[in-house]
């Protein structure tokens, strides 16, 4: 599988498919199946979220666990709840240490990869989903900034194609989400 960089992207010593000074690694061969790449086919990038991902896709439960174990400790002094600290402690650190764990083997899962031919996004813990769409069919892409991504300098990424009113795909929590965009766009304009 031969993994070239983008025309004016990258520098000697840079790995192929890595942002300049992004911090995006190119995950090691055997994250992306090979039966998943056509003959010939010239993989542009291949990024996952950023590690931040774990964390901030957790944020709400994390909220909850939170207002539950002030809830808790509340009834706990009224003595509503028959339950101790230590219970209540562990109770919170197996369900924030579950929540974590599960979001760490998403992003795990989780496989973005431009080629001169297509857009792949690979997911799942579980149950494995592999979408793909052909360059040609993309009509546009759009990143997007939520509030929780623009704190840690994150953006998302969106491709949407003709007769569909929805988005067909996204890559969430990309570091340096404007090059990654950069980098899709130069990639639809040279083999679209």
């Not at 995006?24 to 542009?44: F, K, M, R, S, T």
């Not at 996004?121 to 979408?131: E, I, L, P, S």
């Not at 929780?148 to 890559?171: C, D, I, K, N, Q």
Request: with cysteine.
């Amino acid at each position: 599988m031969r993994v070239p960089a983008v025309e004016g992207v990258g520098r000697p010593g840079q790995l192929p498919g890595q942002l300049p000074g992004a911090g995006v690694v190119v995950p090691a061969p055997g994250i992306l199946p090979e039966q998943l790449l056509q003959d010939g086919e010239i993989i542009i990038l291949m990024l996952k979220p950023s590690l931040w991902a774990v964390l901030l896709e957790s944020l709400a439960f994390l909220t909850w666990v939170l207002i539950l174990l002030l809830l808790g400790l509340t009834l706990q002094q009224m003595g509503w709840l028959p339950l101790r600290h230590t219970d209540l402690s562990v109770m919170v650190v197996v369900a924030v240490g579950g929540r974590l764990l599960w979001q760490f083997l998403d992003w795990l899962s989780r496989v973005y990869v431009l080629t001169d031919r297509r857009v792949l996004v690979v997911r799942g813990v579980v149950r494995v989903q592999v979408f793909e769409c052909a360059l040609k069919r993309i009509q546009h892409t759009t990143t997007t900034f939520n509030l929780r991504e623009r704190l840690f300098g994150l953006g998302s990424l969106s491709f949407h194609t003709a007769g569909v009113p929805v988005t067909e795909a996204t890559w969430r929590m990309l570091a340096r989400p404007l090059q990654v965009h950069h980098i899709v766009v130069q990639t639809l304009n040279r083999y679209r």
